[in-house]
């Protein structure tokens, strides 16, 4: 559900993407997986490559194609502005590959108070 195009590799990096799926459970519950799906750079890791008969090694060639990945948060609550920004948040962490431990930044995103339905964000 969180890549419904199917998962294929592109040639060309794509902005990342965010949607919401509500999923319903066997007791009538709702849940709201909210999803944001960016690409990442998928590189040659051999090491050497052969040109014209000619062996050219010690460097990582550049990528030639790009795999998306997702990111997914599941909850019994509607609040999507919300959750995307806590995915966003997680994304440019990763992806700026800053001096934040992943399940740290989750951990404190899970600690956070959540308002009551009704009342101020």
């Given amino acids: 559900f969180c890549q419904p195009g199917g998962w294929q590799l592109s040639k060309e990096r794509k ?5 919401v799926v509500v999923l319903t ?3 009538s519950e ?31 060639p550049p990528a030639e194609v790009f795999a998306p990945k997702s990111l997914v948060l599941v909850s019994r ?28 930044l989750v951990a404190n995103l899970c600690s956070c108070l959540v308002p009551a339905s ?4």
Avoid: W
Avoid at 15 to 19: I, R
Avoid at 118 to 121: K, M
């Fill in 77 to 104: 609550l509607d609040y999507p502005e919300i959750f995307r920004a806590c995915l966003g948040l997680i994304y440019t962490v990763y992806v700026d590959s800053l001096n934040v431990s992943l399940e740290t």
């Fill in 15 to 19: 902005q990342p993407t965010f949607f």
């Fill in 118 to 121: 009704g009342g101020s964000q």
């Fill in 25 to 27: 459970d066997i007791d």
């Fill in 30 to 60: 709702r849940h709201y997986c909210s999803c944001l799906t960016f690409y990442e750079a998928e590189i040659n890791l051999q090491g050497t490559k052969e040109i014209e008969g000619e062996e050219e090694s010690g460097l990582i």
